[in-house]
């Protein structure tokens, strides 16, 4: 009799697995990504605030040279685990546009925890125009706007080398293992040492790819912990609710079966 | 297969149909059932925070809600008008004549009794939302040019209340005084509002 | 009692007072209290129901983000990520409402297969079954629109892509697919006038869904034995019977639903629609949602554009004359042995196609989908017409609560005489 409904379930599931597409679709062309085990995997996994702290100072030191981060204020940084006062400190590092004043005219001044994060460029051509015609991407959702997400950005970020013999790679290109075409606009960004941690931490290339991909993961999903707290709640309370609602039902059609 | 719409069933059988048999356990199905839908109306209440919370002031909002004013450019008897958290907010450089009018009042004749001092961090600046306690119109009084009412402070055009030059409602159907918003003197000429 | 009221029966004077001058009550309790129904419906027959749910769902969800949400090229993708990150439980709003969509497909697609095994399109269930039709049509257009909201890039090509299937008409595609667009390419005319009929829509799927329950409330409800209930004993009343057995489908319905909000929100979704709508660069694999997979493999099957567009919209349009189609008597196909596995098939096609759609157009996958597009096809316009005729089916049961016997034949009369035997 429910023979027809197990069939569907298992078919069900065969096509949801699929259609998922991000991990197996990119799994044809791609090379396989290290797995690399970060603090905010599996289905409890959170932050790790001090990795995600180390990598605000990763990016800000480096990739904000060439990458905004637009969607992002800095206020969210107390999120981080900052104090209202280091959020502060760390806006007024840099100067925002704001105006008109009285005058009409634009004018410069520090930046305060309600301002986005500073963009480098001021438009997309200024962008392209400073980097060879190349755009590089707002960083805001990049987690989650790559196949592969953070092992992806983590294996892009320690993916450089030199060509293996037989490629050639064109002019201001340059060859990264695991990016799609294996030719990149980017020029290594990680170097040994190039950032002092404050908590001592040695600024190894790993270790600040896996600072940053932290930092950006939690960028791009800051409800991340909030969400999987509160579906645990709810996943127990239908549980126990399924429980209940089956009972009664069982109660109910005793006397028909 | 046209005569299903002859044959269907007029009448339904019901539980009591099924007579005895359903008695027994008929308590246990009752607590049962009582719980369970306690449980259901528990989570569709739980289910209509997070809609009703959405329409709450975002973080965004929150996060602008404080406004600095430099003070330097104003000039005793000018006032300005600024935007804090959308709404006008009244600053006021007030004259020794309109600080010393504002508290020779007095306090038994006011409808919303408060003293000038209390209205006040310092007496010549006079920091308060532009917003007539009535009916939320905007009262006039800013501009040079604007009427000021009987009371030399503002005056609402909507329904004619009268503040006076420490914006306290002295005529008119308004109930209480020009609210002060929360602020604070980060140097000699700056406020933060909010 | 005055003249022209109507005669209520229930006992509470308020509940009286209104319904002698609007009978709602009469009505809820004939339609949803004791409407008969029959007994023996499997879980499969959950899904109708959980698919109001969704709608209802989808239509709170959506009203919610509506206040939140800007339509303009230049807002819409930011306002979307206030939504996420600003708005009070905002991407518990937005995540609930974009799975909700594929929770929807589920839920309709398992609806309509559930229609299809056990013949519920055929007589005199056919306008239910077209109304039903409608719905899911509109469905497809609903969500195809709201994909387009957020302005990523697989939102702007999505409308790019399926917006320029009409310039396959030949002589005014090209002007029809200047009137959709409101210009000369997708850009804020088409965001505006998407994001008013996103908003349109559902109301107008709430009014046909109407429509459909009105004119299952006529026919009666199908069961799994495709045979109409001979009377009482072969009915319960709808509640509490169904509405208990509603809800246990129901909470293990927001239990998976819950899993995929909470701890996978995005699996279903692309992540290049994390990445702001571009006009001049096309993502390498454009792919729809996996709930249009299966047409869009159809589409790509067929190595001519107007052929291929007329073979995506026929695979729908052709279930509106299923019923005519299918010409055997016998409903349910746990009595129809060769139909039956032509149907698992036909699933197994379904499947094929929804495979292949988010595989690359090329090699082995087109002569996949191509061979599973002419089975698609087949499976309605040959196979179900001539097993009508030549199909022998199995014995039908005497009625609901008289199941066959082994070896069947019909039961002796006195069997309908004794409705209190166990099921």
């Known amino acids: 009799m429910r023979r027809p409904l197990l069939t569907l379930a298992a078919a069900l599931g065969a096509a949801l697995l699929a259609a998922a597409p991000a991990p197996l679709r990119a799994a044809e062309e791609a090379i396989a990504l290290p797995n690399t085990r970060f603090s905010f995997e599996g289905l409890f996994g959170t932050f790790d605030r001090a990795s995600a702290q180390r990598g605000l100072q990763v990016y800000m030191e480096v990739c904000a040279n060439c990458h905004s981060l637009r969607q992002l204020y800095y206020r969210n940084l107390t999120a981080l685990g900052l104090s209202d ?89 340059h060859y990264n293992r695991y990016f799609p075409g294996h030719q990149i606009a980017m020029a290594p960004p990680l170097n040994a040492g190039q950032v002092s941690f404050h908590d001592g931490t040695q600024a190894t290339v790993e270790q600040m790819a896996r600072d940053v991909t932290t930092f950006l993961a939690w960028a791009a999903e800051p409800e991340l912990e909030e969400r999987r707290a509160l579906g645990v709640k709810i996943v127990l309370f239908l549980t126990v609710l399924g429980g209940l609602v089956y009972a009664v039902k069982r109660k109910i059609w005793a006397d028909v079966h | 297969m046209a005569e299903t719409l002859a044959t269907h069933p007029g009448t339904p059988l019901g539980p009591e149909a099924h007579g005895a048999a359903a008695e027994h356990g008929e308590k246990r199905r009752d607590f049962l059932t009582l719980v369970t839908g306690a449980f259901a109306v528990v989570g569709a209440g739980a289910i209509a925070w997070p809609f009703i919370h959405s329409l709450n002031p975002s973080r965004d909002v929150l996060a602008l809600s404080t406004t600095e004013v430099d003070l330097a450019p104003i000039q005793v008897g000018q006032a300005v008008t600024v935007v804090w958290r959308g709404k006008p907010v009244f600053v006021r450089h007030r004259t020794p004549q309109e600080i010393a009018a504002a508290r020779e009042v007095n306090l038994a004749e006011l409808r919303d009794p408060q003293p000038d001092e209390r209205r006040v961090i310092k007496p010549e600046w006079l920091v308060m939302v532009g917003v007539c306690t009535h009916l939320g119109c905007v009262p006039l009084g800013q501009k040079p040019t604007d009427p000021k009412g009987e009371y030399g402070g503002w005056f609402c055009p909507c329904h004619g209340s009268h503040y006076d030059t420490s914006g306290r409602i002295r005529k008119g159907p308004a109930p209480a005084n020009l609210a002060v918003p929360p602020y604070a003197f980060i140097s000699d000429t700056q406020i933060r509002i909010g | 009692m005055a003249s022209g009221l109507h005669q209520s029966d229930f006992r509470n004077p308020v509940v009286r007072w209104i319904d002698a001058r609007l009978p709602v009550f009469t009505l809820l309790q004939k339609e949803y209290g004791t409407f008969p129904t029959p007994r023996n419906f499997n879980y499969l027959w959950n899904f109708g129901a959980l698919a109001m749910v969704n709608l209802l769902i989808m239509i709170a969800t959506g009203v919610f983000l509506a206040m939140h949400y800007t339509p303009h090229v230049n807002h819409a993708f930011d306002s979307v990520e206030r939504i996420m990150r600003d708005v009070n439980y905002g991407w518990l709003l937005r995540y609930v409402h974009a799975n ?124 799994p034995l495709g045979i109409d209930p001979k009377g009482p004993q072969d009915t319960v009343p709808f509640h509490p019977y169904y509405t208990a057995k509603d809800s246990v489908g129901l909470v293990a319905y927001l239990a998976v639903f819950a899993i995929l909000v909470f701890f996978f929100p995005n699996m279903l979704g692309h992540p290049d629609n994390y990445t702001p709508a571009n006009p001049l660069v096309t993502p390498p694999h454009i792919v729809p949602e996996w709930y249009f997979l299966p047409y869009y493999a159809i589409l790509r099957a067929v190595p001519n554009k107007l052929g291929g567009v007329v073979l995506m919209f026929g695979s729908i349009l052709i279930l509106f004359v299923l019923p005519w189609l299918d010409t055997s008597p016998v409903r349910s196909m746990r009595f129809r042995p060769l139909a039956r596995i032509a149907l698992f098939l036909w699933t197994v096609a379904f499947f094929v196609l929804l495979y292949c759609g988010a595989k690359p157009p090329e ?45 069947g034949g019909p039961l002796p009369a006195v069997a309908a005489a004794k409705p209190m035997e166990k099921a």
Do not use: C
């Open chain 3, 363 to 407: 090699g082995i996958y087109v002569w996949l989908a191509r061979f599973a597009t002419a089975y698609y096809f087949a499976y309605f316009l040959v196979i179900l017409p001539l097993l009508g005729r030549f199909e022998r089916t199995l014995p039908l049961p005497e009625s609901i609560s008289r199941p066959v016997l082994r070896g």
């Open chain 3, 100 to 223: 909700g969509a594929s929770m929807f497909f589920i839920v309709v697609y398992v609806h309509i297969w559930r229609g299809l095994y056990y013949g519920s399109y055929k007589a005199p269930r056919e306008l239910l079954w077209m109304l039903g039709v409608v719905i899911f049509l509109l469905m497809m257009a609903t969500a195809f629109m709201g994909y387009v909201l957020p302005w990523g890039q697989m939102s702007f090509w999505g409308a790019t892509v399926i917006t320029n299937l009409f310039s396959a008409i030949p002589l005014v595609g090209d002007s029809i697919v200047t009137w959709l667009w409101g210009g000369f390419s997708v850009d804020n005319p088409t965001l505006n006038r998407f994001f008013s009929l996103h908003y349109l829509l559902p109301f107008v799927i709430v009014g046909v869904v109407f429509l459909h329950v009105a004119a299952l409330h006529v026919t009666g409800s199908n069961n």
């Open chain 1, 85 to 173: 006062a280091e959020v502060r400190a760390i806006a007024a590092t840099v100067q925002v546009q704001d105006g008109p004043n009285d005058e009409g005219q634009m004018f410069e001044r520090p930046g305060r925890p309600s301002d986005r994060f500073r963009s480098p460029f001021p438009n997309e051509k200024a962008a392209r125009a400073a980097n060879n015609g190349a755009l590089p991407p707002d960083l805001s959702v990049i987690v989650k706007a790559r196949e592969g997400g953070a092992d992806y950005i983590y294996a892009l970020l320690t993916g450089y080398s030199d060509p293996p013999p037989g490629v050639e790679v064109m002019q201001g290109m």
